[in-house]
């Protein structure tokens, strides 16, 4: 969790695997959203990273309770 948490508020970029999909948090003027493998938003945009991790989500489970899980992997960070 500390690598995400560091990434995120260190303003990186993050690409991701979750059920076989690739997913994107980017750092935009408007905050962070996650983005789908089809360039889709998922999510609506944070400027507080800790309101984030706990309420953006992906088939219904935080950020948060996924990399707690263990069911989501970092592929790159930019």
Same mark, same amino acid.
């Given at each position: 969790?500390?690598?995400? /948490?560091?990434?995120?508020?260190? =303003? &990186?970029? $993050?690409?991701?695997?979750? +059920?076989?999909?690739?997913?994107? /948090?980017?750092?935009?003027?408007? =905050? &962070?959203? $996650?983005?789908?493998?089809? +360039?889709?938003?998922?999510?609506?945009?944070?400027?507080?990273?800790?309101?984030?991790?706990?309420?953006?989500?992906? +088939?219904?489970?935080?950020?948060?309770?996924?990399?707690?899980?263990?069911?989501?992997?970092?592929?790159?960070?930019?």
């Amino acid at each position: 969790m500390n690598t995400w /948490i560091e990434a995120l508020k260190t =303003g &990186r970029e $993050i690409e991701f695997e979750y +059920n076989n999909r690739v997913y994107f /948090i980017g750092n935009y003027d408007e =905050g &962070r959203c $996650i983005c789908n493998d089809e +360039n889709e938003e998922i999510t609506k945009y944070y400027t507080d990273i800790d309101l984030f991790l706990s309420e953006a989500s992906i +088939n219904e489970y935080s950020l948060s309770q996924l990399i707690k899980s263990g069911n989501i992997k970092i592929v790159t960070i930019f």
